[in-house]
């Protein structure tokens, strides 16, 4: 994407505060933003969810398809990743500006979700080595103001918590073939367990300091960033670098643990808004604080 035009004073204050962990609007090196989320956004799609962090918008939806399994796990499902980077989020992504960095977050997620521990894939099979369901995880990007990897991977937990999948019946027919139907109540149907899905945390550094949620002038003064994949437990499901700048062994340890010390926190708290929501009949809104904790 291309960078955000900024003087070298104002990129001096911006660096100048990291350093005195006060950012320019106020938060520490750890805190997020507000973030807006609404589940069931979509109600024709099996799964959706939109989450707002600042200007960024996302609209991940679920979509389930009967598919084959793979080769090597012909009892399992699986999960395909679909970015859209809408022309109307930025201009960078006119044209094929956003095909690069689509694909590249679609390869992301599915590295951090391709751990075996992140899903019950085997409930999504049906026949054995020859029927399974695939789900299709559409992201769309509808306006980017920083951090956009860490909002995505919030939007598709939610989503993935939001699915409903039909129930089916597996019967054999008079010459001795499975057939499948489908079962027409839109009640009957079941959802996947996602209390081991994982987040994504991006760690962001400027000069010699790190920053998560990182907005888009912030963005302009990193040098490398470190971009994690954190279960629940602590698990970390994939880790990725990026930048030019170099990162010390002895300093990706220490960032690593922070990473997942607020990937913890921040599954914690999404799961929690997440289950008290599905608990309400009404206003399903909900918003996560600067220090992970969600506002009502």
């Known amino acids: 994407m291309a960078e955000l035009l900024l003087s070298e004073a104002e990129r001096t204050y911006i660096v100048h505060g990291i350093q ?11 805190d997020y933003r507000y973030i807006e989320l609404e589940t069931d956004f979509v109600p024709h799609l099996c799964g959706s969810a939109r989450v707002r962090l600042s200007n960024t918008d996302i609209l991940a939806g679920v979509k389930a398809e009967i598919g084959e399994p793979s080769e090597g796990s012909p009892k399992e499902g699986y999960l395909k990743f679909f970015i859209d980077c809408s022309a109307n989020a930025t201009p960078d992504f006119e044209g094929r500006g956003g095909e690069a960095l689509a694909e590249g977050i679609s390869s992301m997620l599915e590295n951090i979700y391709l751990h075996k521990s992140t899903l019950d894939y085997e409930k999504l099979g049906i026949i054995p080595g020859k029927k399974c369901w695939v789900l299709y995880v559409d992201v769309l990007i509808l306006e980017v103001g920083g951090n956009l990897i860490d909002a995505i991977s919030l ?7 939001n699915s409903k999948i039909p129930n089916l019946t597996v019967v054999t027919s008079e010459l001795n073939e499975a057939e499948i139907e489908l079962s027409d109540d839109p009640y009957d149907c079941f959802r996947l367990d996602v209390s081991r899905a994982p987040c994504i945390v991006t760690l962001n550094k400027v000069l010699d300091k790190y920053i998560v949620d990182a907005s888009l002038e912030e963005e302009t003064c990193i040098s490398s960033r470190i971009i994690l994949g954190v279960q629940p437990d602590g698990t970390v499901t994939g880790l990725k670098k990026d930048g030019q700048s170099g990162i010390n062994p002895t300093h990706l ?12 926190e921040l599954n914690k708290k999404l799961t929690k808004a997440l289950l008290e929501e599905e608990s309400m009949a009404i206003n399903p809104n909900v918003k996560l604080n600067t220090n992970c904790g969600f506002l009502r």
Do not use: C, H, P, Y
């Open 20 to 30: 005195q962990n006060v950012r320019q609007d106020g938060r520490s090196r750890e």
């Open 155 to 161: 939007a598709v937990k939610a989503a993935l918590f």
């Open 253 to 264: 340890i220490e960032v690593t643990k922070m990473g997942v010390s607020i990937g913890l």
